[in-house]
């Protein structure tokens, strides 16, 4: 997911959360836990995640520590978790998708990674096109580029990153792959998430794509910048996406931006909270009687955050959960 610095003014308020978490009462039996977490580059949503990760587990028990390593992201951290570099580790859903099937970048399905717990499912994919050439063509969903052979210059994450893969699958179930679109003289430029709406704004692409919030900071500087359209997706392509990434669909409310009086559907990404089937049942147990006992230290991470709810937690993945996160839902009420 791209990062934004807005996530760093709630560092602040990390440790205040840490030490009341800490006066909670322990259980007897509560377990100490030592985990390490394959996160992502420091200071976006992910760092946040690790200390609110942190502040669940010591509200539980007060011996137990999540220390946040530095990845880079979560394919590299479906292989560190499976290999026992790190106990624990934050990985999107689509990107844990292609990790038990085997697909790029690894040679072979990951197949001792377990749920732990789904964290959120609501960074859409959205597409979002410079008004000026979405009503010179005419365009208002992926399929008229397709149906229309639209010249489009197009910006997609850099190759590696999960967003820019959905985005080109997303294309492509609409019927534009890279290739017809260089066929129809347009273009599709690899950029990073910090590089994308500058390219957008000063002209040298028609259409920004990217899988983050609802009004994430790079979308509102595109828009105080250039007039925009927010771009629909066909229910054909929600579908063939969904299933290829293991992904949802999501509804883009009503005016979330400028030109956008009506719902936008397309699918978003989440994260989710994986370990290795090597854990013992009882560490993945006490790892997730915390997230269920102390889901507010999650929840007020980031306001991003606020609508985790226990249920998410459970919402099944392209890997199993772990029989300790069973044993803890079941017992919770939250699984059958």
């Known amino acids: 997911m791209g990062e934004d610095t807005m996530f760093t003014s709630r560092m602040r308020s990390i440790g205040i959360a840490v030490a009341i978490s800490a006066l909670a009462a322990v259980p007897a039996n509560a377990q100490s836990l030592n985990l390490t977490l394959a996160g992502a580059?420091?200071?976006?949503?992910?760092t946040l995640l690790g200390a609110g990760l942190d502040a669940a587990l010591k509200g539980t028990q007060p011996d137990s520590t999540v220390t946040y390593q530095t990845t880079g992201g979560g394919f590299a951290n479906a292989a560190m978790v499976?290999?026992?570099?790190?106990?624990?580790?934050?990985?999107?859903?689509a990107e844990l998708a292609i990790a038990v099937q085997g697909g790029e970048p690894f040679e072979a399905p990951?197949?001792?990674?377990?749920?732990?717990?789904?964290l959120y499912d609501w960074a859409p994919m959205q597409f979002i096109a410079s008004k000026s050439f979405a009503d010179e063509?005419?365009?208002?969903?992926?399929a008229d580029f397709a149906e229309k052979q639209v010249p489009v210059r197009i910006t997609v994450n850099?190759?590696?990153?999960?967003?820019?893969?959905?985005?080109?699958?997303?294309?492509?179930?609409?019927?534009?792959?890279?290739?017809?679109?260089?066929?129809?003289?347009?273009?599709?430029?690899?950029?990073?998430s910090s590089e994308q709406s500058g390219l957008l704004m000063n002209g040298r692409v028609d259409i920004y794509t990217n899988g983050v919030f609802v009004g994430h900071s790079s979308i509102r500087e595109i828009e105080n910048g250039i007039d925009i359209k927010l771009l629909s997706v066909p229910e054909d392509v929600r579908a063939k996406v969904a299933e290829q990434f293991s992904i949802g669909n999501f509804t883009i409310p009503a005016n979330s931006y400028e030109n956008q009086p009506e719902p936008v559907e397309t699918v978003a990404l989440g994260a989710v909270l994986i370990a290795s089937a090597d854990m013992s049942e009882e560490d993945a147990y006490t790892l997730t009687k915390a997230l269920i006992d102390n889901i507010d230290s999650i929840r007020s991470v980031h306001p991003a955050m606020a609508e985790l709810d226990h249920e998410l937690l459970t919402r099944e993945t392209a890997a199993p959960f772990h029989d300790g996160a069973i044993r803890a839902y079941r017992e919770a009420g939250l699984m059958q």
């Open 41 to 46: 580059s420091p200071g976006g949503l992910w």
């Open 158 to 192: 850099r190759a590696g990153n999960i967003t820019g893969q959905v985005a080109t699958a997303m294309m492509e179930a609409a019927g534009a792959d890279d290739a017809s679109i260089e066929a129809w003289g347009g273009t599709t430029i690899q950029a990073g």
């Open 137 to 142: 063509h005419g365009i208002e969903t992926l």
């Open 110 to 118: 990951i197949e001792n990674l377990r749920t732990i717990g789904y």
């Open 82 to 93: 499976s290999q026992g570099r790190a106990q624990i580790g934050l990985i999107h859903d």
